[in-house]
C-alpha cells in the first residue's frame, strides 16, 4: 500500500466518519442561488476611493444566478447544495491533508521527459503540431495568450456593487463573453499547483527540477476566490466521432481556445476594477481543475479520472478559470447523484480501449480524498500512442449524463437515474438499448481525416 494512503487510512480509524448526506442541504435547483454565502472581508483588500463615480447597477433578486440568467441550468436535474468545510468538497470526501500539487508531476510533463517512453513523448508533443492540422490552428490561440494571463490591478479601485450583485454581474460578462456555463468558489487549499514549470525546454533536455519550475504566485491566501468557466465539447461533434478519431484532441483545443480569450478578458476587467487577478487557461494553468470545478459548484466526481460531471453537461466540457483577491459571493458545491449512479454503471470502464477505468464499486483513499480507483499509466498511453486518431475522450463519448441529446428522453433518464441504484440500473440497459454513447451518427460527421499523419514520428536521434 502506498505510504501516504496508509497513512490517511489510519487517520481515518481515528476520526469519526462523517455521512456525506449530513452535509447535503435538501434544496432544489429552484433555490439555486439562495444558498449563497455572505463573502467574508479579504485581509489587503481596501475600500474603493471615493472618485465620485457613480454605479447604476440594477439590483436583482437577493439570491438571483445573474440579470441574463436568473436561474442557474442544471438542464432540470435537481440538486442538493453542499455547505464549505474541511471535510468535504462537494460530495468528494477529504479523509486527510491533501497535497498541492506540483506542475512538473503532471501525466503529459512526464511524457514529454520521456519516462513513458519514446512513442509517449513523440505523441504527446505532436498533439498540437501538424498531427491534426486544425488542432495546431486552435493551439496556436491559447499557446500564444500565455503571456497575458498576469497583470498589474489599476491603483484606483473603481467602486463596485456588493460581493453578491457583483458575482452576479460576473456571471454575466462570462455568459456575454460565450461561456457555457459559469461558477464562482472559493479557491481551494489544494487548488493551485504548488510551482509551475517555466522552462519546458529546458525540462525536456533534462535539466532538474529546481531550475525548471518556480513557486506558484497563486494560492488560496492571495486569491480566495475563483471564477470557474466551462465551455462545452461539442455534443454534435461527439455523435459523429468514435471518440478517438482525428478530431478527438481539437475538440478539446477548441473548448481551450475559446476558454482563454474569456478568463483573460475577466481577469483584466477586473484588474482594471483595482483587484487582482489571474487567468488560468490551457496555454498557462495555475490549478488543478477538478477540484477547482467541483468549487464552483459545477458538479461531482464520476468513475473517471481528472473529471467533473456537470448535471447538464455531464463532463462533456473543459473548464478555465480566474482567481481574484475581489469580494464575490461563492456559490456551493453540488451534489445530484452522480457517485451512486457511477456505482452502478461502469460503461466508461467497460467501453475503454486502455481498461485504465476501475470496475470497483467504491472509492478509495488517495492522497488524502476518496475517488475511484484509475489507471493512470494506462490512460496516457493510449491517449498519447493512439494513431487511430489523435488522443482520446471515448469514456467522454460513451458516459449517460455527457452522450445524449438535449431531448425528453435524457432529461427523463438522467433524473430518474439519478434517484437510486434500481433505476440507475434500469437507465444503464435502457441507455444500451438505444445505443447511446457508442453510437457514430455519420449525418454528424463533419471532418476531414488524414490518416497517414496520425502515426506517430519518432526522430533516429531520440
Ligand atoms: S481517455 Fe480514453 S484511455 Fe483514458 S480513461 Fe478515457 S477512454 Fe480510457
Ligand atoms: S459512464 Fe457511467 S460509470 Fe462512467 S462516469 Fe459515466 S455514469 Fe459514471
Not at 98 to 118: A, C, H, K, T, V
Not at 254 to 259: F, G, S, T
Not at 274 to 281: D, P
Not at 386 to 402: D, I, R, S, T
Amino acid at each position: 500500500m502506498n505510504k501516504d494512503v496508509k497513512n490517511v487510512e489510519e487517520n481515518r480509524t481515528n476520526k469519526k466518519e462523517m455521512s456525506r448526506r449530513s452535509f447535503l442541504l435538501g434544496s432544489t435547483a429552484l433555490a439555486a442561488t439562495a444558498g449563497v454565502l455572505a463573502a467574508t472581508a479579504v485581509p489587503g483588500v481596501a475600500k474603493a476611493a471615493d472618485l465620485g463615480y457613480k454605479l447604476n447597477y440594477e439590483k436583482g433578486k437577493p439570491g438571483q444566478w445573474s440579470m441574463m440568467k436568473p436561474e442557474a441550468d442544471y438542464g432540470g436535474i435537481n440538486v442538493n447544495y453542499v455547505n464549505h468545510n474541511k471535510e468535504w468538497l462537494g460530495s468528494t470526501q477529504i479523509t486527510g491533508e491533501i497535497p498541492r500539487y506540483r506542475q512538473y508531476d503532471g501525466g503529459f510533463m512526464r511524457s514529454i521527459r520521456n519516462e513513458l517512453g519514446p512513442k509517449s513523448k513523440y505523441g504527446t508533443l505532436s498533439f498540437d503540431s501538424r498531427r491534426y492540422p486544425l488542432a495546431t490552428g486552435l493551439a496556436t490561440v491559447y499557446n500564444n495568450l500565455a503571456t497575458l494571463c498576469e497583470g498589474k490591478p489599476a491603483q484606483d479601485k473603481l467602486p463596485i456593487p456588493d460581493p453578491e450583485k457583483m458575482s452576479m454581474n460576473i456571471k454575466d460578462v462570462a455568459y456575454f463573453l460565450a461561456a457555457d456555463e459559469v461558477g464562482i468558489g472559493l479557491t481551494p487549499e489544494f487548488g493551485p499547483w504548488e510551482s509551475m514549470i517555466t522552462d519546458k525546454a529546458g525540462m525536456m533536455a533534462g535539466k532538474p527540477y529546481e531550475e525548471v519550475c518556480k513557486p506558484n504566485v497563486v494560492s488560496a491566501a492571495t486569491h480566495p476566490y475563483v471564477i470557474g468557466i466551462l465551455v462545452d465539447k461539442h455534443l454534435e461533434t461527439f455523435l459523429g466521432s468514435n471518440g478517438y478519431d482525428g478530431i478527438s484532441n481539437s475538440q478539446s483545443n477548441r473548448a481551450d481556445m475559446i476558454l482563454s480569450g474569456i478568463v483573460i478578458s475577466i481577469a483584466a476587467y477586473i484588474r482594471s476594477l483595482g483587484y487582482e487577478a489571474v487567468a488560468s487557461h490551457q496555454g498557462k494553468e495555475y490549478v488543478v481543475g477538478t477540484p477547482v470545478a467541483i468549487a464552483c459548484g459545477f458538479g461531482e466526481q464520476p468513475r473517471v479520472l481528472q473529471a467533473t460531471a456537470h448535471p447538464r453537461l455531464g463532463f462533456r466540457h473543459k473548464i478555465a478559470c480566474v482567481l481574484t483577491n475581489m469580494p464575490l459571493a461563492p456559490d456551493k458545491p453540488i451534489e445530484f447523484g452522480v457517485k451512486d449512479f457511477c456505482r452502478v454503471c461502469k460503461k466508461c470502464a467497460i467501453t475503454c480501449p486502455a481498461q485504465a477505468i476501475s470496475y470497483d464499486d467504491d472509492e478509495v483513499v488517495y492522497n488524502g480524498y476518496k475517488r475511484w480507483n484509475f489507471d493512470m499509466e494506462a490512460c496516457l498511453h493510449f491517449r498519447t500512442e493512439n494513431e487511430e486518431g489523435v488522443c482520446c475522450a471515448q469514456c467522454m463519448k460513451v458516459c449517460p449524463w455527457n452522450s445524449k441529446e438535449d431531448s425528453w428522453f435524457h432529461k427523463a433518464g438522467i433524473t430518474i437515474g439519478a434517484n437510486g441504484s434500481t433505476s440507475a440500473s434500469l437507465l444503464v440497459k435502457i441507455d444500451d438499448m438505444f445505443g447511446y454513447g457508442t453510437e457514430v451518427i455519420p449525418r454528424f460527421k463533419w471532418w476531414l481525416d488524414w490518416p497517414e499523419l496520425y502515426k506517430i514520428k519518432i526522430p533516429a536521434n531520440n
